[in-house]
């Protein structure tokens, strides 16, 4: 009798051994909760700081009255700014930003030159988009040569020379599939007389170029020898396929 009762002893202790007493399994678990809720809680944070951070830059930009740049266009370019620059591929002392808004009419004044330092808009400028883009307002967009449409994304100023359209900015693009091509097909700043409130009033609308963002002719020497020599362009076009693709907007 007492083997029996040795051999029953001897059962219940090894089945015992693997249970784990309820206030020991709440107790992991709530260790569980408090690590997760404490990992979402620092991405978050990081997020808000980093959102907290552009707004805060956003709102010290002196722009002028009735001439603001879109916060969600600028906070886009920034981040680009700030990944490309992470990435080498800009001046560790890089502080230009010049900013094309291409969801606006080409009527107004869509291109920002903003020195991110100072605080302050250097220029703010009528700007034109490609022939087969759209008429006063960008549409359709291409990375393909001879197709007279101009180019999103985010671009590197090169050097300048001076072709058939003067005096011009060279542009490295820098997205691949939406403007890489940019060099190969000779989309560059330029000058040029379509660009112009006189024009718009003529036509209803400003020219438009063959896919280069052109600028006023009184104001080609100063923008370009202000951004030229590896500064960075944003093109902006709110288009999700773009927008969900660009390495440079991942933040």
Known sequence: ????????GLVYMVTTSFYLSPGKAVKNENVSTVKTERLTDTKSEKTTAAVSSSEALYQSIAFD??????????????????NIK???????DSHLLTICDFSMSSNTKRLWVIDLNDKKVLFNSLVAHGKNTGEEFAANFSNTESSQQSSMGFYITDATYRGDNGFSLRLLGMDKGFNDAAYRRAIVMHGADYVSEQFAAMHKRIGRSWGCPAIPRDLTQPIINTIKGRNL??????????????EWLKA
């Open 1 to 8: 009798m007492k083997g029996f009762y040795s051999v029953l």
């Open 65 to 82: 009255p009735g001439h603001e740049l879109n916060y969600e266009v600028f906070s886009k370019a920034l981040t680009g700014f700030e």
């Open 233 to 246: 362009l944003f093109i902006y076009y709110p288009d999700q396929n773009y927008l969900s693709s660009s």
């Open 86 to 92: 992470k990435a080498g591929l800009l001046n560790q």
